[in-house]
T-cell receptor, first 112, second 116 residues
Framework: AQKVTQAQTEISVVEKEDVTLDCVYETRDTTYYLFWYKQPPSGELVFLIRRNSFDEQNEISGRYSWNFQKSTSSFNFTITASQVVDSAVYFCAFWGYQKVTFGTGTKLQVIP | DADVTQTPRNRITKTGKRIMLECSQTKGHDRMYWYRQDPGLGLRLIYYSFDVKDINKGEISDGYSVSRQAQAKFSLSLESAIPNQTALYFC???????????????FGEGSRLTVL
């Protein structure tokens, strides 16, 4: 069975600090996808990134970057120079066979 | 207009009542899902459907049923609501992505259900 672990329940940082959100997954599948979603206080779920299991290149999008390492089964998410608008719950998710499994989420609070 | 629409957005009901949450989408996706979100538990899959004739149980299907009335419509029913079904419910759709056959999930805005 597939499993996604986000060990950090809540993180608080001061604005402009960098912060990394951890995601570890378990699977026996060789082909899979990994995702990150953001849930701001307004409640909607916003897709951030998809990465497939064959592509271990890191990705950067503005202040956001993602580090995918198959050797450690991790797909970590870093926000550089955090801003108050980054305050949200962030979910890591895994697609292995037919369905998507979510982690329990990390609540990020960015303090002005 | 939203691509994935859920109704109602908020509902308060009493124990034992039957409740239906509806979801419709304009994305043309075949795959639709119902998730439940509880604080500290993330999103848990209730049911999913890959086409009109395909319905599958997720990890927490007990106490719920679904109906896929058309490609664009997927309804979730609570036949006899109980207080521990108080939660935020999300409908989602997905299309295909590459040869692996998956893409990201597109979510509705959520339906907040309170069972008293």
């Amino acid at each position: 069975a597939q499993k996604v672990t986000q060990a950090q329940t809540e993180i608080s940082v001061v604005e402009k600090e960098d912060v990394t959100l951890d995601c570890v997954y378990e699977t026996r599948d060789t082909t899979y996808y990994l995702f990150w979603y953001k849930q701001p206080p307004s409640g909607e779920l916003v897709f951030l990134i998809r990465r497939n299991s064959f592509d271990e290149q890191n990705e950067i999008s503005g202040r956001y970057s993602w580090n995918f390492q198959k050797s450690t089964s991790s797909f970590n998410f870093t926000i550089t120079a955090s801003q108050v608008v980054d305050s949200a719950v962030y979910f890591c998710a895994f697609w292995g066979y037919q369905k998507v499994t979510f982690g329990t989420g990390t609540k990020l609070q960015v303090i002005p | 207009d939203a691509d994935v629409t859920q109704t109602p957005r908020n509902r308060i009901t009493k124990t034992g009542k039957r409740i239906m949450l509806e979801c419709s989408q304009t994305k043309g996706h075949d795959r639709m899902y119902w998730y439940r979100q509880d604080p500290g538990l993330g999103l848990r899959l209730i049911y999913y459907s890959f086409d009109v004739k395909d319905i599958n149980k997720g990890e927490i299907s007990d106490g719920y049923s679904v109906s896929r009335q058309a490609q664009a419509k997927f309804s979730l029913s609570l036949e006899s609501a109980i207080p521990n079904q108080t939660a935020l419910y999300f409908c989602a759709t997905s299309g295909l992505a590459g040869s692996s056959g998956t893409g990201e999930l597109f979510f509705g805005e959520g339906s907040r259900l309170t069972v008293l």
